[in-house]
């Protein structure tokens, strides 16, 4: 780059003056640097589009109804379908709700409103909660085995996975709503406790109406982690199921479960399967994670 | 109260984990487990050294780190410090949906993209790397970790006050200088912090590796051959329908205590680090 000084001096440049000029511009290391990071960036990103791309086109030949209307076959491919995985998800999906949520909100309107911080057993709580977010899923799937499965004896059905699901997501949405529940201003409370209300008054008919929209978009993120998990279902023997789950003890079978058993299938009819199955599964999370942002933006407010 | 709820469950974990390991090593010598080198559980002359698993484990942990750590810290550095505000604003979530799209999902695209994609690229042997291999999960899983490092490093360099920067730019410092020698170090606890959450999320996954490393112990270094982890042999041994009681059933647990421990520790001292950037800044 190339800069005009500003009074062209007639007689010839001094020396020193070139070097101070060719300063300006942005040395090549900078542009180096930024190239880097932009590349570090790009991977992500590029690696993102490619594998949504590439599941769609895989999957393009098996995307029609007979996913929806159709049960899965392990003999004949060209007929298959994923409902009992569809139905079987959405229960699961709807009864993980049912434990994990009262359940996580409560947790968060303890720690946040009525637990004393400076406590030793509520700071064991706090760092407990931290960590078991960060607890692998399958380790999950082995309490949901040993305990609810087998200890406690109800098998591979909704209730235990669901209930697996809904611990494995109970810190994202205790996590979630305690944030929820911070951003709502001290004055608030403030306010209503000095018109009378009681402490619980103040929470339930103050705090947690503006809190709703974080604990909402909190709820859903923490859903669409439970509807992708496929290990601790694997762990807990859920696996091929021909029917729609029909209650709460019945067995079934999962979106995830059923792609992962695709995938291991050898016929290329199988794998074709198995990514129109993974385009239904990413449908569905697109859907859910909508509802979050529109809730979000619909439900924002400034304090 | 429902807080209890979270307390309980890592009581039930510790329980459900702990009772039948310790029960599995008065069965099998703690020594054997730890220091055996043949995995072999179902034989008819088992050997219960958990060594192949632990190889596996490190091994696409290892691939997964050196890609995720150099680009999920270069994507923060360039969110926190380059992008303009709204750049980030549709970067930060289009990044984090990598760290939405179910492993299942990475599994299959590990299996059926990556792998073949090897075959084309590494010259030779057509049967090099084999079907299932450590590079293709580890690479894949590389990728999927890179929103965990990246969102939380941002966080930390976003935590570090304006005024250091401003500072160095007064003291005629460019963005690089600034990023690399003042933002970076200051926002060093919530890094590293960052890099070991991120660690511990890839020893502990599970979907990817069943799917695209295989389930063959392996003591070997070789990352394009056929690698069992600790999570896959969980997974793929409970899933095969086994009697409780058992010593294979007590396996399970046995790896399963083994796999909490590492990742327990790993988390708590992310957790502590995390604080201590906290404290120093807010």
């Not at chain 1, 279902?233 to 079978?253: E, H, K, Y």
């Not at chain 2, 929103?147 to 963005?175: C, H, K, W, Y």
Request: one cysteine or more; charged letters at 10%.
């Amino acid at each position: 780059m190339t800069i005009t000084a500003p009074p062209p001096p007639p007689s010839p440049a001094t020396p020193a003056a070139r070097p101070l000029l060719k300063a300006t511009g942005e040395p090549l290391r900078e542009r180096a640097f930024k190239w880097m990071l932009w590349f570090c960036m790009a991977v992500g990103l590029v690696t993102l589009v490619v594998l949504l791309v590439y599941v769609f086109i895989r999957g393009w030949g098996a995307l029609d109804t007979r996913l929806v209307t159709n049960m899965p076959s392990s003999v004949l491919p060209a007929t298959a379908g994923a409902q009992s995985a569809i139905t079987g998800t959405l229960w699961l999906m709807v009864f993980t709700a049912i434990w994990a949520m009262p359940t996580g909100i409560l947790a968060a309107i303890y720690l946040e409103e009525y637990g004393d911080p400076t406590r030793w057993y509520n700071r064991v709580i706090e760092i407990n909660i931290l960590n078991l977010a960060a607890v692998p899923s399958i380790v999950f799937g082995i309490l949901g085995l040993a305990f609810i499965s087998r200890g406690l004896g109800f098998g591979p059905t909704i209730l235990t996975g669901s209930i697996t699901l809904a611990l494995l997501v109970l810190p994202i949405v205790v996590i979630a709503s305690r944030e929820a529940i911070r951003a709502v201003p001290q004055s608030i409370r403030a306010g209503s406790l000095a018109l009378g209300a009681t402490r619980w008054q103040t929470v339930y008919r103050q705090v947690l109406p503006a809190a709703i929209p974080g604990i909402a978009t909190g709820a859903i993120l923490a859903l669409s982690r439970a509807i992708g998990e496929a290990a601790p279902l694997l762990m807990l023997g859920v696996s091929f199921v021909r029917f729609n789950p029909d209650g709460l003890m019945s067995t079934f079978t999962a979106l995830p479960v059923q792609i992962y058993n695709w995938t291991t299938e050898s016929r290329p009819e199988y794998t074709e399967l198995a990514a129109a199955a993974s385009v239904v599964l990413l449908v569905l999370l697109l859907a859910m994670n909508s509802v979050a942002i529109y809730i979000r933006n619909k439900t924002q407010r400034r304090w | 109260m429902a807080a209890l709820v979270s307390v309980a469950t890592t009581v039930g974990i510790v329980i459900s984990l702990f009772v039948p390991a310790f029960q599995f090593f008065q069965e099998v010598p703690l020594t054997d487990f730890l220091f055996g080198t043949t995995w072999s559980p179902t034989f008819a002359n088992p050997g219960f050294g958990v060594w192949p698993l632990v190889v596996g484990t490190l091994l696409i942990t290892v691939i997964a780190s050196i890609v995720a750590l150099p680009l999920g810290l270069g994507s923060a550095v360039y969110l926190s410090e380059y992008a303009e505000d709204r750049v980030r604003r549709t970067l930060k979530p289009a990044l984090e949906v990598l760290a939405g799209i179910p492993t299942v999902i990475y599994g299959f695209f590990a299996l059926t993209l990556v792998t073949p994609l090897l075959r084309w690229l590494i010259p030779g042997d057509a049967e090099i790397p084999q079907i299932y291999n450590a590079l293709s999960a580890g690479l894949v899983m590389g990728v999927m970790i890179i929103p965990t490092i990246a969102s939380l490093s941002e966080d930390a360099m976003s935590a570090v006050p304006s005024g250091l920067r401003q500072g160095a730019f007064a003291l005629g410092s460019n963005r690089r200088q600034v990023a690399t020698r003042v933002v970076v170090p200051a926002a060093l606890s919530g890094i590293t912090a960052a890099f070991v959450l991120g660690i511990s999320r890839a020893i502990g996954e599970t979907m990817i590796v069943v799917m695209a490393a295989g389930l063959q112990p392996n003591t070997s270094w070789n990352p394009l051959e056929i690698h069992q982890t600790m999570t896959a042999f969980i997974a793929s041994t409970a899933a095969g329908d086994i009697a409780t009681g058992t010593t294979i059933y007590k396996t399970i647990f046995a790896v399963g205590a083994l796999l909490f421990v590492m990742t327990f520790v790993m988390n708590m001292i992310s957790i502590r680090l995390v604080r201590r950037y906290r404290e120093v800044y807010e």
